[in-house]
């Protein structure tokens, strides 16, 4: 919950910072009188239109400044959730979000991934909610109890990448790789 507020606090500062850097390079009417407010097409050509020219020139420059800066933060908080979570935000098959988490968090490559897909190939199929009739295991993983899954969140039950991360820690701590843990349960019958 801590940790939710510090994100959401720390999100909410990283926003105010990128509208107020927005905000300067905003485009800036000059000082004169309210007709000078009006947008360019009420302006009337009157006089100097070199002067027109740089001025809409110098707003258009500004304009395409702000955008770059907001695409960027756009593109860097992306990449700092990416960073934050091991896998794309936008995947949907629990094997994708594995294989990735796999690669950006723990440096196991595809090797690993067949072994990973093994084991939760005999135990849950990729099922979010396979849950084992004789014990209380449950999940892609199929923790042992479910609610262990909970410290990784509190979305264990339905999230698959939850369960996953959950998982691949657990078959870090425990055996070092998938490989390693894969050869125990093919030793034991359980991981």
Known sequence: MYAARVLTRRTLRTGL?????????????????????????????SGNTDDLAAYRQALL???????????ATIKALHEQRVQKLGYEPATIDPREIARQIMVNKY??????FTCYNAIIM????????????????????QALPGSKMAAFGADWRTNPATQI???????????????????????HGWY
């Open 61 to 71: 420059s500004k304009q395409t400044v702000a955008i770059e800066v907001t695409n």
């Open 107 to 112: 440096n196991w490559g595809d090797a690993e």
């Open 17 to 45: 910072a990128v509208f107020g850097s927005l905000l300067a390079l905003s485009p800036v009417i000059p000082a004169g009188d309210i007709a000078a407010a009006a947008p360019l097409s009420s302006i009337s050509v």
């Open 122 to 141: 005999r135990e849950s199929k990729w099922i979010v909610s396979a849950d084992n009739p004789h014990s209380s295991a449950y999940g892609i993983p």
């Open 165 to 187: 991360r959950w998982g691949l820690d657990y078959v870090h701590v425990r055996y070092g790789t998938p490989c390693q843990a894969w050869s125990f349960k093919r030793g």
